[in-house]
């Protein structure tokens, strides 16, 4: 503004200078060609000092909302990308042969500096407020646990293909009364307590169940709120660890979910399904495939006692069949967890499992399964934690391995100290 008015002075000024120049001059003495030059860019310099004080002087005007170019800042927007490592030294006082930890999901290996897990999870959820109704998740593993989450050539026609593979799926919401929520893809079991990340758990080691119930499913999954207490959930999946399906026949799930408070909940899971093997056909035989199915009632609570006590429980029950007519394996029992938060970055879990493997479905032997597990966590940050764990496993028969081949002990003894590291934008459970 000062610059227009000082321009506007300067030519006040060279216009009166001018028209003293002009008049001096006899009436009858034309305009040398310098004055009219300087005339006419006088008028020309008025003319823009007009547009540029309208233009000062009026209402300013918003600029224009850029517009979105759909490139990657678009589409990494509300995506989390996180990144997680697991690792442990473990001594087992048996002295195991082949340092081989009997009935242990992840923490496999005795007398070995291990890793356990490392990976990748990659989540957008939907955000139905912002307009987008689907999102997706992948999670990547490597490491001693990928060779028991993922299965064998006993469960997996391909095993290989999808190793490194945990989860990966894509979300819809339905926009059916408060919204229907539908997975395709590959997702890690709901069945039992326990799950997969381990600083998300009480106990670095995992229990009997969670190494006996399913570890994963591939196919479809809903859920729905009835409303803030209640939500229901059907799954219609190939099978137990199964991502491709070695028969013809899809297994299914009933899930219900009570928060009976805000500080506890309760899921009760059905799961039905015929998971035995195609057997291999011959041009001179034809044999059917077996009819028997797998039954899994599978119940859990958790409540927060006070700020610090956590408590928790599970309760499960199994049945197979080969065929039809065939005599039950049953599987029966259940877990008891506590966790106290001493501090913020330190706290004490214990647990304590009994499973009947009645028939041999879980171990391959007849025989009552005892875990005792005692854990002491330290987080000094967010993002790191270091745990030391005691566990004695104990049956009623000689089960667990020696240093002397076939010469097996009633139990086992192990000391643990593992070490956890993430980060990423995730916030809470993974």
Same mark, same amino acid.
């Given at each position: 503004?000062?610059?227009?008015?000082?321009?506007?002075?300067?030519?006040?000024?060279?216009?009166?200078?001018?028209?003293?120049?002009?008049?001096?001059?006899?009436?009858?003495?034309?305009?040398?060609?310098?004055?009219?030059?300087?005339?006419?860019?006088?008028?020309?310099?008025?003319?823009?000092?007009?547009?540029?004080?309208?233009?000062?002087?009026?209402?300013?005007?918003?600029?224009?909302?850029?517009?979105?170019?759909?490139?990657?800042?678009?589409?990494?927007?509300?995506?989390?990308?996180?990144?997680?490592?697991?690792?442990?030294?473990?001594?087992?006082? %048996?002295?195991?042969?082949?340092? &081989? /930890?009997?009935? =242990?999901? !992840?923490?496999?290996?005795?007398?070995? $500096?291990?890793?356990?897990?490392?990976?990748?999870?990659?989540?957008?959820?939907?955000?139905?407020?912002?307009?987008?109704?689907?999102?997706?998740?992948?999670?990547?593993?490597?490491?001693?646990?990928?060779?028991?989450?993922?299965?064998?050539?006993?469960?997996?026609?391909?095993?290989?293909?999808?190793?490194?593979?945990?989860?990966?799926?894509?979300?819809?919401?339905?926009?059916?009364?408060?919204?229907?929520?539908?997975?395709?893809?590959?997702?890690?079991?709901?069945?039992?307590?326990?799950? %997969?990340?381990?600083?998300?758990? &009480? /106990?670095?080691? =995992?229990? !009997?169940?969670?190494?006996?119930?399913? $570890?994963?499913?591939?196919?479809?999954?809903?859920?729905?709120?009835?409303?803030?207490?209640?939500?229901?959930?059907?799954?219609?999946?190939?099978?137990?660890?199964?991502?491709?399906?070695?028969?013809?026949?899809?297994?299914?799930?009933?899930?219900?979910?009570?928060?009976?408070?805000?500080?506890?909940?309760?899921?009760?899971?059905?799961?039905?399904?015929?998971?035995?093997?195609?057997?291999?056909?011959?041009?001179?035989?034809?044999?059917?495939?077996?009819?028997?199915?797998?039954?899994?009632?599978?119940?859990?609570?958790?409540?927060?006692?006070?700020?610090?006590?956590?408590?928790?429980?599970?309760?499960?029950?199994?049945?197979?069949?080969?065929?039809?007519?065939?005599?039950?394996?049953?599987?029966?029992?259940?877990?008891?967890?506590?966790?106290?938060?001493?501090?913020?970055?330190?706290?004490?879990?214990?647990?304590?499992?009994?499973?009947?493997?009645?028939?041999?479905?879980?171990?391959?032997?007849?025989?009552?399964?005892?875990?005792?597990?005692?854990?002491?966590?330290?987080?000094?940050?967010?993002?790191?934690?270091?745990?030391?764990?005691?566990?004695?496993?104990?049956?009623?028969?000689?089960?667990?391995?020696?240093?002397?081949?076939?010469?097996?002990?009633?139990?086992?003894?192990?000391?643990?100290?593992?070490?956890?590291?993430?980060?990423?934008?995730?916030?809470?459970?993974?």
């Amino acid at each position: 503004m000062r610059s227009v008015k000082a321009a506007g002075n300067f030519i006040l000024v060279f216009t009166a200078a001018a028209g003293v120049a002009v008049s001096g001059q006899t009436a009858v003495e034309p305009l040398t060609d310098r004055e009219r030059v300087l005339l006419e860019k006088i008028a020309k310099l008025e003319e823009r000092i007009s547009a540029l004080e309208a233009k000062v002087n009026s209402p300013a005007v918003p600029p224009a909302a850029p517009v979105s170019s759909g490139g990657a800042s678009e589409w990494l927007k509300d995506t989390t990308i996180n990144f997680y490592f697991d690792g442990y030294y473990l001594w087992n006082t %048996n002295r195991p042969l082949g340092r &081989i /930890n009997r009935l =242990r999901a !992840y923490d496999v290996k005795a007398n070995n $500096f291990s890793i356990s897990q490392t990976g990748t999870v990659i989540e957008k959820t939907p955000n139905v407020e912002a307009g987008r109704r689907w999102g997706y998740r992948l999670d990547l593993m490597y490491g001693q646990a990928t060779e028991t989450l993922q299965g064998s050539p006993v469960n997996e026609p391909r095993p290989q293909v999808y190793r490194p593979l945990f989860q990966a799926f894509g979300t819809y919401i339905v926009p059916i009364g408060k919204g229907l929520n539908v997975d395709f893809g590959k997702w890690a079991s709901a069945l039992g307590y326990e799950n %997969n990340y381990t600083k998300d758990q &009480i /106990n670095y080691s =995992r229990s !009997y169940f969670f190494n006996f119930l399913p $570890f994963y499913h591939t196919g479809f999954r809903t859920n729905y709120s009835v409303n803030d207490r209640l939500s229901a959930g059907y799954w219609l999946v190939n099978g137990v660890n199964q991502t491709e399906d070695f028969n013809g026949f899809k297994s299914q799930l009933v899930q219900l979910t009570v928060r009976p408070a805000p500080n506890s909940y309760w899921t009760t899971n059905y799961y039905v399904g015929r998971e035995q093997r195609d057997l291999a056909l011959s041009e001179t035989s034809v044999q059917p495939t077996p009819r028997g199915r797998l039954h899994i009632i599978d119940t859990y609570a958790e409540v927060n006692a006070t700020e610090k006590l956590k408590l928790a429980g599970e309760f499960d029950y199994a049945i197979n069949r080969v065929e039809a007519s065939s005599p039950p394996q049953r599987v029966i029992g259940g877990a008891a967890y506590l966790k106290y938060q001493f501090t913020p970055k330190f706290y004490f879990g214990q647990r304590y499992v009994r499973l009947n493997d009645l028939a041999g479905l879980f171990s391959g032997t007849a025989q009552n399964l005892n875990d005792v597990t005692s854990t002491f966590a330290f987080r000094p940050a967010d993002g790191f934690e270091t745990r030391i764990e005691y566990r004695r496993d104990f049956s009623n028969v000689p089960f667990f391995p020696t240093p002397e081949p076939g010469r097996l002990k009633n139990a086992q003894n192990t000391f643990t100290f593992g070490l956890l590291w993430w980060f990423g934008g995730k916030q809470g459970n993974w």
